[in-house]
């Protein structure tokens, strides 16, 4: 088979290694970190990167990607059918099944998780020594933003709210998965835990989901298939996204 495989360049290094050892042809495109961040704009996005690619030259569109608050719901598959992971995000992902993440939800619900991809490519940008991931460009751009829209004093006022999960961590746990930079990865986030006085914790990574994406290896339970002419939407039950025909 030729499959072509659009991902959120947090999985860089992962479905890199996947493609290697896929037994098929498949071409990798990555998309901004950032559109996570952005529901509405990653569905366009990927719908865009969806409806360019040409039928007569692939059998199957995969998506490295979980649900992303939404975003990939409401995605048509065109000529091409479309396979998606059934999982929330992308730590379901990295663990490797939904059982193993609800498990540390459930035992750990404070977490805030790190990985090479979110360390190396936050905001789509190359993070450097000195980077804090909590005081971000991003949030500086937000806070321009809401000055102009709505007055320092309410835009101040707005940014404070949006901090206030922060309160809700405790833990900052690190998914190991032997690429990249290991020990570089492992100083960054204990630096981050020791700054927020969070646990710090490593948990084994585990990359089964993205190397049967990209080897074909399609089980109902853990990945949905949209024939041509279907759309995902989102499953509220356990299937997480399934696939409606008009």
């Known amino acids: 088979m030729r499959l072509c495989a659009l991902s959120c360049e947090v999985f860089v290094r992962e479905c890199s290694r996947a493609v290697a050892y896929s037994p098929h042809i498949v071409d990798l495109k990555f998309l901004p970190f950032g559109l996570h961040d952005q529901p509405e704009e990653l569905r366009a996005r990927l719908q865009q990167e969806i409806d360019c690619i ?48 609800e498990q540390e939800f459930t035992h750990h619900p404070g977490t805030y998780y790190f990985s090479s991809g979110w360390i190396e490519r936050k905001e789509g940008e190359i993070v450097q020594g000195g980077y804090d991931p909590i005081k971000e460009r991003l949030m500086i751009e937000r806070l321009e933003e809401y000055i102009e829209k709505y007055g320092e004093d309410n835009a101040r006022y707005l940014i404070e709210q949006e901090q206030q999960w922060l309160h809700h961590y405790d833990r900052a746990a690190l998914i190991q998965t032997g690429l990249g930079d290991v020990e570089g990865y492992r100083d960054f986030t204990r630096r981050i835990a020791d700054q927020r006085g969070w646990v710090y914790e490593e948990l084994n990574g585990d990359t089964r989901l993205l190397d049967n994406l990209l080897s074909g290896k399609w089980n109902d339970s853990e990945f949905l298939l949209v024939q041509p002419g279907g759309k995902t939407v989102e499953d509220v039950n356990e299937g997480i996204i399934t696939a409606c025909y008009e």
């Not at 039928?55 to 490295?64: H, T, W």
Request: charged share 20%; glycine share 8%.
């Open 54 to 101: 040409p039928s007569e030259k692939y059998e199957y569109i995969v998506l490295a990607y979980g649900l992303c608050s939404r975003g990939t719901a409401g995605l048509f598959a065109r000529e091409v059918p479309i396979v998606v992971p059934r999982a929330h995000d992308c730590i379901t992902l990295l663990l490797g099944s939904r059982c193993r993440y």
